[in-house]
């Protein structure tokens, strides 16, 4: 899934820095939280989902989301997943599945992890005594730090977990999407609305 912090302000470089991090857990264990520079996209999923997995050792036998529009057509008539998600899934032998719409508790098995971290990131800066970070690696570093000692408490939990993966593929499939765009006579290109050079 994916969450925002909305309690403070991470600053990078003494520039207010709007993110989304991307979280990926086993039952026992929180796997994974990547800081995602943009929105809820299929990349981000991709790139958060196959580090997890890597870092893990293993596949589980389902990657499980509530309705992210990066994984499903939710304008279909019947569930339906995206044609990059189904390969990602296809890839690593996953059954993709969603929440149901409605069922609270399905939901919550996702949300609940996000609002302890919040916590524990809040707690971590407080802490740390400022929110400032010299780069995204110093910040995703933080990061990964929090995760860790939350994960440390679960060690064992996880360790029977794995031994239930099946194993990883050869090499990871691409985590990134392919455009063709237009290029100016002034060496310019626009994409998603925004002009790159």
């Given at each position: 899934d994916f969450t925002r912090i909305k309690d403070f302000t991470i600053m990078i470089q003494g520039q207010a820095f709007k993110h989304l991090h991307t979280i990926i857990v086993c039952p026992s264990v929180l796997v994974q939280v990547k800081v995602i520079c943009g929105g809820e996209s299929y990349t981000a999923l991709s790139t958060g989902l196959q580090d997890a997995l890597w870092r893990s050792g293993g596949v589980p036998q389902e990657h499980r989301t509530d309705s992210l529009s990066a994984a499903f057509?939710?304008?279909?008539?019947?569930?339906?997943?995206?044609?990059?998600?189904?390969?990602?899934?296809?890839?690593?032998?996953?059954?993709?599945?969603?929440?149901?719409?409605?069922?609270?508790?399905?939901?919550?098995?996702?949300?609940?992890?996000?609002?302890?971290?919040?916590?524990?990131?809040?707690?971590?800066?407080?802490?740390?005594?400022?929110?400032?970070?010299?780069?995204?690696?110093?910040?995703?570093?933080?990061?990964?730090?929090?995760?860790?000692?939350?994960?440390?408490?679960?060690?064992?939990?996880?360790?029977?977990?794995?031994?239930?993966?099946?194993?990883?593929?050869?090499?990871?499939?691409?985590?990134y999407a392919e455009h063709r765009v237009l290029i100016s006579s002034s060496s310019t290109f626009d994409l998603k609305r925004v002009t790159y050079t």
């Open positions: 057509n939710n304008l279909a008539e019947k569930e339906q997943l995206t044609v990059r998600y189904h390969d990602l899934c296809r890839h690593y032998g996953l059954k993709a599945t969603r929440n149901n719409p409605g069922v609270g508790h399905e939901n919550g098995a996702i949300e609940s992890p996000h609002g302890h971290l919040k916590r524990r990131i809040g707690q971590a800066l407080l802490i740390r005594g400022s929110h400032e970070f010299a780069s995204l690696e110093d910040y995703q570093g933080f990061i990964e730090g929090v995760v860790s000692k939350i994960n440390q408490r679960c060690h064992s939990r996880f360790q029977k977990e794995r031994a239930c993966l099946k194993a990883l593929p050869k090499r990871r499939t691409h985590d």
